[in-house]
Each structure stands twice: as C-alpha cells, then as structure tokens.
C-alpha cells in the first residue's frame, strides 16, 4: 500500500515563501508516474496546483504560474513544491498525489492507482 506524506505547511505572511515536500512509501515493484500538488479551501472543490511526469514534464494552474516550481526525486519518490511571492488567496490545505502503477499478475496486466496524502495546511496572512 503506497502511503504520501506531506510536510513543510504553516503560516507566512505575503510575499514569504514556503516549501512542501512529500514522501511516497510502499511503492516499491511498482511504478510511480505523475506526481502533484492539489489544493482546497472549505466549501470549494479541490484544485490541481502543480504536476510533474515520470518523464519530468510539468504543468502548473495559471493562478501559481511564475510563483510555484514543482521538483521530484524519482529516486527518493519524493516531490516537492516551491512556493514563492504567496498571497492570501494561496492560504488552503495542499494535498501530494501520486499515481502508482503495478503489475498484478504473470501475464504482465498492469492496474493504475491514485493515492492522496493527508494534507498540510498553508495559511497565508495579508
């Protein structure tokens, strides 16, 4: 079972920076491909922030385009998020996703999975 673990959530005041990070665990056999940062705000849907690909491309949402860098370890199974020049409207809880691919069975069938951490909160004061 593969397990994400966020980190690096708090309070900064506009215009500071912070930097999540997240472990993915219990992958191993497996194949970790894209790897991304969401966001949601009570009553609000969750967003997608930023993503990267095994092959390392990314895309981010227009609203943190300039501001956020998204960088993985594929080594580590670790993924990153920089996040620069906050605002207010950035404050939410950010949640690491990965989606994990395994082989289930001799004849190489393969079955792709979407896993979630728990979240870290990011509050950012005007």
């Known amino acids: 079972q593969v397990q994400l673990v966020e980190s690096g959530g708090g309070l900064v005041q506009a215009g500071g920076s912070l930097r999540l990070s997240c472990a993915a665990s219990?992958?191993?056999?497996?194949?970790?491909?894209?790897m991304g940062w969401y966001r949601q705000v009570p009553g609000e849907p969750r967003e997608s922030v930023a993503a990267i690909t095994k092959y390392g491309s990314t895309n981010y949402a227009d609203s943190v385009k300039g501001r956020f860098t998204i960088s993985r370890d594929y080594a580590k199974n670790t993924v990153a998020l920089q996040m620069n020049s906050l605002k207010p409207e950035d404050t939410a809880v950010y949640y690491c996703?990965?989606?994990?691919?395994?082989?289930?069975?001799?004849?190489?069938?393969?079955?792709?999975?979407?896993?979630w951490g728990k979240g870290t909160l990011v509050t950012v004061s005007s």
């Open positions: 996703n990965a989606d994990v691919t395994v082989v289930v069975n001799v004849e190489g069938a393969t079955r792709t999975k979407e896993y």
């Open positions: 219990g992958s191993s056999g497996g194949t970790v491909n894209t």
